[in-house]
């Protein structure tokens, strides 16, 4: 049987349009802000963000996908967004973020779930992502969705201040095997 993903606030999953652009750039902002979760670091260019988003929109192979909470000003509020970008070899990799206040509450997993069902739906075999190993709660919630973790690049990520990170690959199939 089917299961309905939860909605936590009434969440609606849909498919980002170009008005949507600014703020998700925005959104990025602040958490590339927080240091610790995500490859982008600031300052970033805003514009040459907004432009991958619109080439993305624009790809039958990819798209990005927002979370928005009924209210606000507008009828509803963006508290996160999953991007979805299929390799001509199958692969949907994947990148998302959920606001800080909106954590926790059942946000990224209805990203995930609808990310997962959009590329199964545009013929991806398989997705795959990298993630930071101290982001714990990432990790999580993709190894509860079926990912597995595949790999480590080592030392790999210089970060402005010069560390250099690994991440960690984790991949999920869509079909069985063939
Ligand atoms: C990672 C992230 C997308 C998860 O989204 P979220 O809305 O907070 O997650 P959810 O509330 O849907 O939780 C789903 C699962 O994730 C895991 N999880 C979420 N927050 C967690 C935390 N603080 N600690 C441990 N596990 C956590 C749990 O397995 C949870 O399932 P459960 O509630 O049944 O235990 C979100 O924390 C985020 O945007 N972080 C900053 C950006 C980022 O890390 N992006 C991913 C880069 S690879």
Known sequence: METTPARPGGAEV????????DIIVEQTWQVASE????????PFDRDARRERLASALADDYATVLVAC???GADGS???GHIWVSIAPYGVADIGMLVVEAWRGRGIGRLL???AIQWAADAGAHKM???????NEAAIRLYRSAGFVEEGRKVRHYRRRNGDLWDSVL????LTGPS
């Open 69 to 71: 909470i009924p209210g």
């Open 77 to 79: 509020s963006m508290v």
């Open 14 to 21: 849909r498919q980002a349009s170009e008005s949507d652009l």
């Open 128 to 134: 795959a992502l990298e993630v930071w190993p101290h």
């Open 170 to 173: 984790m991949g999920r199939p």
């Open 112 to 114: 995930l779930e609808s």
């Open 35 to 42: 240091g610790r979760w995500i490859g982008a670091e600031v």
